[in-house]
């Protein structure tokens, strides 16, 4: 069995080992090895790699944000286990971007796991981890469209980052800074698309 992860640290450990072992790092391989029950990691992960450098990949954002919405329905369904259909499960990065991805985010996750830890258990839990599924959706399908701005993906991702995290930690005023985020981020989507949408207008 698995051991449970229990850090931003433990992620990275775990999809570096299968990148020293492995010739690509698949999604179906990083569900094995941080096992299969525990949600968090898999809103988390796609949203750390949208924000790091290899998120400027075009394309990526748009199979990143796929990836969520289809773990945040699992979780609002109440399903027990991940599952990913194959062709998304064999999708993956080479190792070469795999591995700049984790070094790129060391930092981060050094200050993501010396900072956030359980507190407020009780928000982490029941309607309020569906609530935080239902917002990463929501945050995701945003996703395709912005990533016609550059960079304009990190704003949503960072949201739903800050809900895997919370979850994977389980802690409650993070997810109360995550519904702020998410607030923010979509109010700051609409208006970038809004804008792009009128300067895209013909003049009358």
Sequence with gaps: MVNEVK???DIL???EDIARSEEKVRLDRIVEALGNRSYGPFLLIPALIDISPVGGIPGLPT???TVIVL???QIMFGRKHLWLPRFLSKRGLSVEKACKA???LRGVARFLDRWFHGRYISLTQGIFVKLAAACCIILALTVPPLELLPFATTVPMAAIAA???ALLVRDGLLMIIAMLLAAAALALGVGLLGGVGSSRQPAS
């Design 71 to 73: 773990v945040a329905a």
């Design 63 to 65: 199979a990143l944000a």
């Design 102 to 104: 984790t070094h790129k």
């Design 163 to 165: 809900f895997g995290l």
């Design 7 to 9: 850090s931003v640290d």
């Design 13 to 15: 450990d775990r999809i």
